[in-house]
């Protein structure tokens, strides 16, 4: 299993960015897919998920901000996040999840800053 990550980079406070979390050697539309993030000096924290048929969940503090999705096509899932605040900097990791084994990529950096 292989999860690639990308799309992080630096942005300004409001600003937007997509995550692609792009998966390979697994059969993708059977997982339950999540991004995290870790903040420095912070545990890793559960940001989204969404399952094979597309259903979603996003923590409290960013919902009405991100937005998860995936294309089972493709084999990847995205995390577009708007109106950025600096308290989202942190690196993003993807995780996949299936008969209760997980795997993860080894993450992006978003950082917010002006």
């Known amino acids: 299993v292989q999860l690639v990550e990308s799309g992080g980079g630096l942005v300004q406070p409001g600003g937007s960015l997509r995550l692609s979390c792009a998966a390979s050697r697994i059969a993708f539309r059977f997982y339950v897919m999540a991004w995290y993030r870790q903040a420095p000096e912070k545990q890793r924290e559960l940001v989204a998920t969404i399952t094979g048929g597309g259903s979603t969940n996003s923590a409290d503090s960013v919902k009405g901000r991100f937005t998860i999705s995936r294309d089972n096509a493709k084999n990847t899932v995205y995390l577009q996040m708007s109106s950025l605040k600096p308290e989202d900097t942190a690196v993003y990791y993807c995780?996949?999840?299936?008969?209760?084994?997980?795997?993860w990529g080894k993450g992006t950096l978003v950082t917010v800053s002006s």
């Open positions: 995780k996949a999840t299936y008969g209760g084994m997980d795997y």
